[in-house]
């Protein structure tokens, strides 16, 4: 498939962007979509979504949904584990920036 290398990288960034955000809060989908496009990148639900399963999937990412307006809206944050990986990403993520910029 076209492109799948490049997709594979913005999807790294995408990620360390969603335990950098879970981190702090609890975050939902679409407030994610928004922010990401803040930052440039353009993310579809049917991209976001998906992520965001296998990382609750992988243990990295708490999931609850809370009733807005009568509304399901599903909410996630880190769990220890994704706070640990964010943790490591931040080290190499310096140390790669250090090199590269
Ligand atoms: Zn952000």
Not at 14 to 19: A, N, P, R, S, V
Not at 37 to 54: D, F, R, V
Request: proline fraction near 2%; glycine fraction near 6%; charge should be positive.
């Amino acid at each position: 498939m076209k492109d799948q290398i490049i997709r594979k990288i913005f999807n790294g960034l995408i990620y360390i962007h969603i335990l950098h955000h879970g981190n702090k809060e609890w975050f939902y989908g679409s407030w994610m979509i928004d922010e990401l496009k803040e930052h440039g990148y353009n993310i579809s639900p049917g991209t976001l979504y998906p992520i965001l399963k296998a990382m609750v999937e992988e243990d990295l990412l708490y999931k609850k949904e809370k009733n807005v307006n009568g509304k399901i809206r599903k909410y996630y944050t880190n769990t220890e584990k994704g706070n640990l990986l964010l943790l490591d990403l931040k080290k190499n993520l310096k140390e790669l920036v250090d090199e590269v910029l």
